[in-house]
């Protein structure tokens, strides 16, 4: 997936009567879903109230209201708001992916990125997950295709390591990619929960020792066809 600027993802999530809106009206509506994303994701959303939105954006009660007459509508933008910043980071970052060390990579620009604040807060997609999922379907579904993409992303990156020979034929890239998938998020919950990403890494590094197994060893392909190669 490809995303553009918060200007360009307001505007992707925004309704139909947006297009009467000018500018000044796109600033504001931007400004509120800024706020509203940073708090929901310190705070929870449950805990993330109109009114916090309305005074951490310095917008009034009527503009708030006219943009977003409810919590469940702003909720709605939030999460495609999280979700095309988060998947333009890792388009960029899995886009050329098709080896063991761009692998590696990936791992350490997510681990080095959570560090910052010592595992806090989670996945930004995951920690939406958490609280919605059961709560309301329609943001369940949105999220759920979000995590599709993302790990459409691993799987497309994985399939490329297999046609350039750096991973068996018998690899199943999209098994792979929901495995590295699952360890991710288990690694951001229990870097959460300690307020250290060493489970995140570990958690990781065994994901990635699993695809190491189905790398093709140089032996393999050296091998003659048809011959049982013997150690």
């Known amino acids: 997936m490809r995303s553009g600027n918060l200007a360009n993802v307001a505007e992707q999530a925004r309704d139909k009567n947006d297009s009467q809106l000018t500018a000044r009206g796109r600033a504001t509506r ?48 939030v999460v495609a708001l999280q979700a095309a910043e988060l998947l333009e980071r890792q388009h960029q970052l899995l886009q050329r992916l098709n080896s063991l060390r761009g692998l590696e990579r990936w791992r350490d620009a997510l681990i080095e990125h959570n560090a910052l604040r010592n595992g806090a807060y989670g996945c930004p997609l995951g920690s939406l997950a958490s609280e919605l999922a059961d709560q309301d379907e329609e943001a369940r579904k949105a999220i759920a295709r979000h995590f599709d993409t993302w ?4 799987d497309a990156g994985l399939e490329r390591m297999k046609a350039s020979g750096v991973l068996r034929a018998d690899a199943d890239a999209g098994e792979l990619a929901t495995g590295l998938m699952a360890a991710l998020q288990g690694g951001y919950l229990l870097a959460q929960t300690a307020q250290d990403v060493k489970p995140m890494r570990i958690a990781l590094d065994m994901a990635i020792g699993h695809i190491k197994a189905y790398v093709v060893l140089a032996e393999d392909v050296n091998r003659p066809e048809g011959g049982a190669g013997g150690r």
């Open 30 to 77: 931007e400004r509120i879903l800024r706020a509203a994303r940073d708090m929901m994701y310190v705070k929870g959303v449950s805990s993330t109230t109109l009114d916090e939105v309305r005074a951490a954006s310095g917008t009034s009660k009527s503009q708030l209201y006219r943009h977003y007459p409810d919590k469940d509508a702003l909720v709605r933008d």
């Open 151 to 154: 790990e459409g992303l691993l």
